[in-house]
């Protein structure tokens, strides 16, 4: 009989442990839920972060590409008009001269001409 006691009170001692056992694993269980869901909050606001820095990219790009854009048309329009101003006066030059343009041309060909042989 003294080993049925034996045997029962280790039985009574193996369930108290397997109780606790199961009490520790709900708690852990509990735990891991709310730091899955943490950690699933936590990617979420990283992943809206991303999401605004990249509009934010976009738009500073978008608006410093438009801003190149009119700065390029500015200096083209600036370069039209020198050299609309140089066609003029070439023209003015042409028609108060035109011996002297007709020698200079010439001069120009002739020059060419022999830089490029």
Known sequence: ????RSVQKELDELRKEMAG???????LKGRVK???????RRASGIREELVDTIEAIKEKVA???EAAAD?????????RE????YSDQAEKTVA???LASL??????????GRFGR
């Open 71 to 79: 700065e390029i048309a500015e200096e083209l329009a600036e370069l």
């Open 1 to 4: 009989m003294a080993s049925n």
């Open 34 to 40: 709310a730091t899955k869901a943490d950690g699933v």
């Open 103 to 112: 020698a200079g041309a010439l001069a120009i060909g002739f020059l060419i």
């Open 21 to 27: 056992i199961r009490q520790d694993y709900a708690r």
């Open 96 to 98: 108060t001269h035109p």
């Open 82 to 85: 020198v050299v609309s101003g």
């Open 63 to 65: 608006s410093g590409t």
